[in-house]
Every structure is written in structure tokens, then in C-alpha cells.
């Protein structure tokens, strides 16, 4: 038999002998990847559904004479569109022989059903998935908004009529052309606001590849071209007439850097579920010290010993990893079909093998630190029963994770200190260098292993208290069996660190906008937006909250609405400033442009006194008074790709606003000489109090069933209290399961301790008292270090305020927000142990003591 053979056997035979035991270690692997595999089969179903033609040769239209870059996405074009010939003609004229053409259109549209009228995203498309002619697949939530089911018939804006013949599970629902606009009517150039907003491109497919020839021939007549035959075979660089203003990218050292930041989250939290999976390997390392030591004493070496561990979780990791794969894959599959049966199952197996090996390296890598400390545990100790662990005796090594907390925290406080109002980055010769965001994420990662490197000083301080009995013998225990308390304060401590850090910032934030939103709008402030046109849409609208609400004033707004327009003043810039917490403003949430100031909006601003006369824009109190400023409204050309101004007038700027106001009124006499359309844009409603998350649920499940009227809030209405619950019983639960599971898997070390202790005439109670506060201190333990540090950790992630030389506050900092999580600190600090407790009281075995000479 091999050195290594008879090394593994040990743990080969622990496996087959308990494979309960080994059975937790599967289920804690399984689980991460069944929800991986759903999500990677669901995902990429979704996405076969969203791109249901994706061609190799596609053109858009722009009018005149074009030129452009190999690849389309740079081009000019100089002459006026052909207005005698549709884009389909001029398409079919100019295509080589044997190609065919194809509409891919994208927008919205209105539809009704009854009584009811939603806007639908929507795709129309000539691929092979598309519906039959006179049907469409429509998402679920656009049907619960009709009020409408598979088979029912709906009516779009331009009159066409289309039967519901299958629920999509995209966001978009999709149309057979020519539902919406045939390829002989379509136009890219064309205003087509009577129906809705759409536009779309031309797929070109053939016999043979597309040619730079064939590019350089729609682009007489108007086209650019995207092709992927041209881009695998670019034409010589003297052909390509076309000269690209920007040089070639090429990626920088910090762009690779900013691109890792993006993967420091999932970093996180792959290390999250290996410290999870962690106590399992360790308690069968710990149950195992005895054989460990009498190999080592026949002549096993180190290697031999991390190697029979290691097998445990290559064991674990594989059985693991497949049954999840399988239950994943087949579950999520079975899903799919039974509820889009229209739709095809996309098994991406290349992501499924990775997660597959990433979950078996991984659990592999969880099992690690406990094979290392078995290579190197004493013979001695082991043979006489491996319960005193040498690792939690003093040592230097085990400031390791407090020092790097502080070095972290230091860090984390310097980045606070010299922060410039939420202006973190720095630029450097026009490139952007994202040093501030890469300490911020990449120490984030590193406080959450500083905080599990931190649990053996937890333990050791734990291990040292003083009092009765069944205490010091708790505490004893978290001392020499820190192989099972180790490991459970250290995953515990990382988790309930990030949950309680997101949750604290998390409200800090929540706490920050509202007193920012406060100090501009009063209290109970929402915005309607009509989109539809449709004043009496409206009215009812407003009386449904009135009546939800007990009583709200109702502000008219006023101005022009065009989403493809914006309104600028040539050189002066309306409050964007890095010291500025700007609050989201009128015109925005009611989708305008411009809002025509108003007596009512000036007492809604608590303005006294303020000149609506002349021309003027109203503006912060914090900008400044110029006069004669240029006000204009631009629009980006489709065509030309550049700006166009289509209306502008002289004002002076009134700054009269308060002074966190993101808001530009225009008094009547600015906009009647900008000569735009005067459009009603909604309405504010003031509640005069804060609106409490059961109105503002209601309010928004009755607009999520209202069409042509739009809801909004000046800040984002959750239930913060709520959110805490929840999170806390999470986490709380996790502590009891994985507590539970440690406790369970201890069986044989709570046995051997209590014989051992009756023998000597202990009283039957006290192992089981003794057990129970082992787990409570363990939980206990975790949740101190856990808390602690997310509390510190929000703080030190926190901004601060900023307030001018005339005592304005003109940011609020999220850190005076900053208040304890008390649900997390009742959930872990003091449920968790109670209940772990009790767990441990029951499951402490019931002994003989005749089981004493084993």
C-alpha cells in the first residue's frame, strides 16, 4: 500500500463510516452552486429572449453622402436625406445580388385592453422566434397592467390589433412586421411621436460575406454599415477614406484596475461562503487527531497528513459541486419549459463547468487551514487525545488581524478626512485615475479577512473569563478546541461585519438624502408626471391620493416636455458643483425640460417675495446673480451626431431658490421668447407630513395599474425599519444554523468531555451546561467582533458634512446619520446565544459511564 493510500485512509474511512457528517459538508457546497446554476441557466435564457437577431451586417440610415471607419461606429455624412425613395428601396438598389433585407425595430408604444393603457417596450423583428402575423409575446407585468391573459387581444396606438399568444420572459415584448410600421413606410429620420418612440436598424444577411465595396456603395447613398465580414477582413488602410478624430484606444494600468474593482464584491463573497464551509473540515480534522498521530508516529510526514485533510474537501467539494450542478441544472431547466414553453432552454456549459470548478477548488481551499494545522500538531498530544490545541497559546502572529483593522481603519479615516464632498476620484493628465475607489473596494476586501484574522484573539480573550464552573469550562474548551470555535466565530464575525456595515451606511444614506431633500421640498412631497396628455387622467390620480392621505395641496406645473432636449446657459453653469448636494428637481420628475415659475411654486419653496417678472431663470441661493446670460435649449442631432440649440433668449439668473435646489424656473415672459410649446407637465402634491410605508405602498400599487401618469418621489420612499428586521433575522438565523451544525458535528468530543467529567464525579448537568455556553460564547464572540467592526467600519466609509462661510450647509455628510443597528444587535448579540444555548443543552449526549475505558 502507498504512503499516500494509507494516509488518506483515515478520512476515506470517516467518510464512509458517517456519511451524515460528511453530509453537511456536501449540502454547504451543494447549495451555492444549485443557485449559481439556476442563475446561469436563467440568465442566459433571458438573454436568447432580448436578442432574438443579431446579424453580421447591419445599416442604418443618415441621409446624403456618408463616410466612415471600418467598423461604422464613426462616420460623417454632408448632403440632404432622398426623399423620393424609402430607405427599404434605397436598400434593395444598393445591396449586392441575392441579399435580403430585414427591419429590427425597438421603442414604445401605447396598447389598451378595456379600460386600460400601458406603454410597451417592444421589439419588432423578422427572426426566426418571432410570433405569428396579428399575435405578439407580451411580459407578464405589462399583462397585470391590462388586466389581460394569454389569448386576450390588445390594441396599440396606430390601430393594429394583436392577440396575446405567449407570456416572453424579456422585459420587451415582441412583434411580427409589420405590427407597427412596415419595411416600405419605415423611416429612422421621421418624427413618430403619433404612435410612440421607435427606431431601428437594417439587417443585412446573403449568400457570400459583405465587402468593403458593398459598405463603400450604401454609403453613397446614405447608409453606414456595421459589419462583421469587414471587421475579420479589414480592407487596406489607403481604402478607408474616412480620418477617425480619436487615436486607438488602449487600456491603462488603472483602467485594468478599475476593471478589478468590479470583481472585489464577488471576491468578497466567495470568501464569505469558503469561511462558512470552513467548521466542517475543521471538526473533522479535530476528530481525527488522535489517527493523525499515530500515522505521524509510523512514519507519515507532514505532506502525507495535509494531504489526507485536503482529500476530505476535494471529497466534499466534488460530490458537492456535481449533485448541485445536476439538481441546479435539471431544476432550473424543468422551470424554464414549464413557464416559457415559446422559449428555448440555453445551457451555457462553459459557465457551468467553471462554477462546477471553482466550487470543488474551492472547497478544497476551505479545507487547507486545518490540514496545515494537522501536519503540524505534536504526536504526543495527539496520541493522548489531541484536545489541547497548541495554536491558542499566546502568540504573535494573532495580532495579525487587529493591527490590520487599524492600519485599515487609518486608511479609511484619511479617505474621510481629505474626501472633497463626494468627489473621490483624481484626474492626472485627462486620464482618470481611480486610486480612492480602489483603496475603498480593495480595502473593504481586505477589513473582512482582517476581521476573520481577527477571530483567534477574539477567542483567546473569550477563553480567559473568569466564574463559575461550567463557565471556565466553556471557556477552557474555546481554548482547546479552538479548532471548532475558531472557525465559527471567524465566519460568522465576516458575515454579520458586511451585513451590519451595508445596513448602518445603508440607512445613514437613507437618513442624509432625506434631510437634504427636507431642507428644499416640505415634507410629504411626491410628483405626478402626465404622460399621456390626458388631464382627467390625472384628476383621478390626484383624488386617489387625496383620499389615501386624508388631504394634499395640488401645485399645476407648467413648461415644455421634449425627453430628447436640455436646457444649459452659455457660460454659466447651474449648480453643479463638487461642494453641492443637489436635490433632484421639478423638471425632472415630471419628465419637462423647462418649468415656468409659478406664485404656487414659490410659496411650495417658502420664497417670499420673489420678481417673477422679465426674463429671468430662478435659480439656488448658492449660484450666482449675472445678468444677461444666454439660456438655450439643445437637442442632439441623430444625424449630424452633434448639438443643435433650437431655441434662446438673454436672462438675468434670480438666485432665490433654496439653497440646495437643483431646480431652473423660467418666469413667463423667458419662455415666451424662447417660442417653445407650453405643455402641462404634472403636478406636485404636498402632504404637508411624512408619508408612512404603508400609504406609500398603496399609493404605488395604485399607480403600478395607472397608465398615462407617473409617480415619483423626491427621495426613495423604503421602509428602513423593515429592511433591519428582516436582515437581522437573517442573519440571526444563519448564526443558529451554523452553530447548530457545529454543535452537531461535535458529537464525539461532547461525549468523550462528558464521560470524563461524570467519571470524576461531575454532576450530570454540568456538561450540559458547559456545552451550552460553549455555543452561546461562540456566538457571542461573533457577534462582538462582527458588530463592532461594521459599526466602525460605516463610520469610517461615512462623508462628511460641508457648510459655507455664511453657516449654509451645502452637503450633508451620511456619518451624523450614523446610528446603532439595534435589530442586529438584539438578533445576534442576545437571541442568537440564548437559542444556541439551548441547542447546546440538547445536544449534549446521553453517556454511560461504563463508556469510560473507550
Not at 400601458?118 to 402575423?133: C, D, G, K, R, V
Not at 458537492?320 to 416559457?340: C, D, H, P
Not at 502572529?397 to 478626512?417: A, E, H, K, N, R
Request: include cysteine.
Amino acid at each position: 500500500m502507498s504512503s499516500f493510500t494509507a494516509a488518506t485512509r483515515p478520512t476515506r474511512r470517516d467518510v464512509v463510516k458517517h456519511p451524515w457528517r460528511s453530509l453537511a459538508a456536501i449540502i454547504l457546497i451543494m447549495i451555492p452552486v444549485v443557485l449559481a446554476a439556476i442563475g446561469v441557466i436563467h440568465g442566459g435564457s433571458q438573454s436568447s429572449s432580448y436578442f432574438l437577431n443579431n446579424p453580421r451586417t447591419s445599416a442604418t440610415y443618415l441621409g446624403g453622402v456618408c463616410e466612415q471607419n471600418v467598423n461604422g461606429y464613426l462616420s460623417e455624412c454632408e448632403g440632404e436625406p432622398d426623399t423620393q425613395s424609402s430607405e427599404y428601396e434605397l436598400l434593395r438598389q444598393n445591396i449586392p445580388e441575392g441579399f435580403t433585407v430585414a427591419l429590427s425595430l425597438s421603442g414604445t408604444i401605447e396598447a389598451t385592453f378595456g379600460d386600460q393603457s400601458a406603454n410597451l417596450y417592444f421589439t419588432q423583428t423578422t427572426a426566426e422566434m418571432a410570433p405569428e402575423p396579428g399575435e405578439a409575446f407580451v411580459p407578464q407585468r405589462f399583462l397585470d397592467t391590462l388586466g389581460a391573459e394569454v389569448g386576450d387581444t390588445i390594441t396599440l396606438a396606430n390601430g393594429a390589433q394583436v392577440t396575446v399568444s405567449a407570456v416572453t420572459p424579456s422585459g420587451t415584448t415582441v412583434f411580427p412586421e409589420p405590427t407597427v410600421t412596415s419595411l416600405e413606410d419605415y423611416s429612422g429620420l421621421a418624427d413618430n411621436d403619433l404612435y410612440g418612440n421607435y427606431g431601428g436598424s437594417w439587417a443585412i444577411t446573403g449568400p457570400e460575406a459583405f465587402t468593403w465595396d458593398d459598405v463603400l456603395a450604401l454609403n453613397a447613398v446614405g447608409f453606414t454599415v456595421t459589419s462583421r465580414d469587414v471587421i475579420d477582413n479589414p480592407p487596406p488602410a489607403d481604402q478607408v477614406a474616412f480620418e477617425e478624430q480619436s487615436a486607438p484606444y488602449s487600456p491603462s494600468l488603472w483602467d485594468y484596475l478599475g476593471w478589478a474593482l468590479w470583481f472585489v464584491p464577488m471576491a468578497i463573497m466567495a470568501f464569505l461562503i469558503l469561511m462558512l464551509i470552513s467548521p466542517v473540515f475543521t471538526i473533522s480534522v479535530s476528530r481525527q487527531t488522535r489517527n493523525f498521530a499515530l500515522l505521524a508516529s509510523q512514519g507519515a510526514t507532514p505532506r502525507h497528513i495535509r494531504w489526507a485533510v485536503l482529500m476530505y474537501g476535494l471529497f466534499a467539494g466534488l460530490v458537492g459541486a456535481t449533485l448541485g450542478l445536476f439538481l441546479g441544472t435539471v431544476g432550473a431547466a424543468a422551470w424554464w419549459s414549464a413557464t416559457y414553453p415559446a422559449w428555448p432552454v440555453v445551457i451555457d456549459w462553459h459557465w457551468l463547468l467553471l462554477v462546477w470548478g471553482l466550487a470543488v477548488v474551492g472547497s478544497t481551499a476551505a479545507a487547507f487551514l486545518p490540514a496545515f494545522i494537522a501536519g503540524r500538531s505534536s504526536i504526543i498530544r495527539g496520541v493522548q487525545g489531541g484536545e489541547a490545541d497548541r495554536i491558542m497559546r499566546w502568540r504573535k502572529w494573532m495580532t495579525i488581524g487587529p493591527v490590520s483593522l487599524v492600519i485599515l481603519g487609518l486608511m479609511f479615516l484619511y479617505l474621510q478626512l481629505t474626501d472633497d464632498a463626494g468627489s473621490p476620484q483624481i484626474y492626472s493628465d485627462s486620464v482618470y485615475v481611480p486610486w480612492r475607489e480602489a483603496l475603498r473596494s480593495f480595502g473593504t476586501l481586505f477589513a473582512v479577512i482582517a476581521v476573520v484574522a481577527s477571530a483567534p484573539m477574539m477567542v483567546w480573550l473569550l477563553g480567559h473569563l473568569k466564574g463559575a464552573l461550567a463557565v471556565r469550562l466553556a471557556a477552557r474548551d474555546l481554548l482547546r478546541q479552538s479548532m471548532r470555535s475558531i472557525p465559527a466565530v471567524a465566519a460568522l464575525a465576516g458575515v454579520i461585519f458586511i451585513a451590519t456595515t451595508l445596513m448602518v451606511s445603508a440607512g445613514a444614506e437613507s437618513e442624509k438624502s432625506t434631510a437634504a431633500t427636507d431642507s428644499v421640498y416640505p415634507q410629504g412631497t411626491m410628483f405626478l408626471s402626465l404622460d399621456n396628455g390626458i388631464e382627467s387622467d390625472l384628476d383621478a390620480a390626484v383624488a386617489q391620493v387625496d383620499a389615501q392621505l386624508d388631504g394634499v395641496q395640488r401645485i399645476d406645473v407648467y413648461g415644455h416636455r421634449d425627453l430628447d432636449t436640455w436646457l444649459e446657459a452659455d457660460g454659466f453653469t447651474f449648480g453643479y458643483s463638487g461642494d453641492r448636494d443637489w436635490v433632484y428637481p421639478i423638471s425632472d420628475s415630471l419628465g419637462g425640460t423647462i418649468s415656468i415659475a409659478s406664485p404656487e411654486l414659490m410659496d411650495f419653496f417658502n420664497v417670499d417675495d420673489a420678481d417673477l417678472g422679465g426674463r429671468a431663470v430662478l435659480i439656488s441661493s448658492l449660484d450666482e446673480q449675472v445678468q444677461d446670460i444666454r439660456l438655450q435649449v439643445n437637442r442632439y442631432d441623430n444625424r449630424s451626431y452633434d448639438t443643435e440649440v433650437i431655441a434662446s433668449t438673454l436672462v438675468d439668473t434670480r438666485p432665490v431658490l433654496p439653497p440646495l435646489a437643483g431646480d431652473r424656473l423660467v418666469t413667463e415672459e423667458a419662455f415666451a421668447d424662447l417660442g417653445l410649446e407650453r405643455s402641462y407637465l404634472g403636478a406636485v402634491l404636498v402632504h404637508g407630513e411624512p408619508i408612512n410605508s404603508s400609504d406609500t405602498q398603496e399609493i404605488q400599487d395604485f399607480f403600478r395599474d395607472t397608465a398615462g401618469v407617473g409617480l415619483s418621489f423626491p427621495t426613495w420612499n423604503s421602509d428602513q425599519n423593515r429592511d433591519s428586521l428582516l436582515w437581522a433575522a437573517a442573519i440571526t438565523g444563519l448564526m443558529i444554523a451554523v452553530m447548530a451544525l457545529v454543535l452537531a458535528l461535535s458529537s464525539q468530543q461532547i461525549r468523550r468531555q462528558r464521560i470524563v467529567l461524570e467519571a470524576v464525579g461531575a454532576a450530570p448537568t454540568l456538561s450540559r451546561w458547559s456545552n451550552a455556553l460553549f455555543g452561546a460564547l461562540c456566538a457571542l464572540g461573533a457577534a462582538l467582533l462582527g458588530l463592532i467592526t461594521g459599526h466602525v467600519g460605516a463610520a469610517l466609509t461615512g462623508s462628511l458634512s460641508q457648510v459655507n462661510e455664511d453657516g449654509v450647509t451645502t452637503f450633508y455628510g451620511s456619518l451624523q446619520f450614523i446610528e446603532p443597528l439595534w435589530p442586529m444587535i438584539l438578533g445576534t448579540l442576545v437571541i442568537a446565544p440564548l437559542i444556541t444555548a439551548a441547542i447546546g443543552w440538547a445536544f449534549t449526549p446521553t453517556v454511560e459511564l461504563s463508556e469510560y475505558r473507550d
